[in-house]
């Protein structure tokens, strides 16, 4: 990615519903470079799909935790794979040091998240889990 490329993704970043038309005024290059530039980051890879963010609004209605796993040797993929069935867990890490999948989970209530958490935990596989519940979010970088 080039310079150029960059800029589209930030911009792209604040924004993703931005017209392929504002991206070219406010980067001063041509529509056509613009078109050309997306459909080569998207053919790479380098842009995978464009989404929304939830605003803090959205966000106040949902009780966010954090769940930590350690799981049995050769069950991740098995876990994973019922894992995809909660649709109250939004992502799944695999990590390094004392757990194995780092989980964030964002449930309607208390009563949720507890079954959830209650559920996972029961889990095959799963040796031990440990819960944090977010209570604020000090500052958000992610896009």
Known sequence: MDELDRAIVAQLSQDARMSVAVLARRLKVARSTVQARLERLE????????????????????????????????AQAAILGRLRAFPSVERVHSTSGRV???????????????????????????????????LSTKFDRAV
């Open 100 to 134: 194995d999948l780092l989980l964030q989970l964002a449930c309607s209530s208390t009563t949720e998240l507890d079954d959830v958490l209650d559920q996972i935990g029961n889990l095959t596989g799963v040796k031990s889990s440990e819960s944090l519940i977010h």
């Open 43 to 74: 053919t790479t890879g380098a842009i995978a799909g464009y989404t929304l963010r939830l605003g803090e609004a959205a966000r106040l209605t949902r009780i966010r935790a954090t769940c930590l796993l350690t799981i049995e040797p050769r």
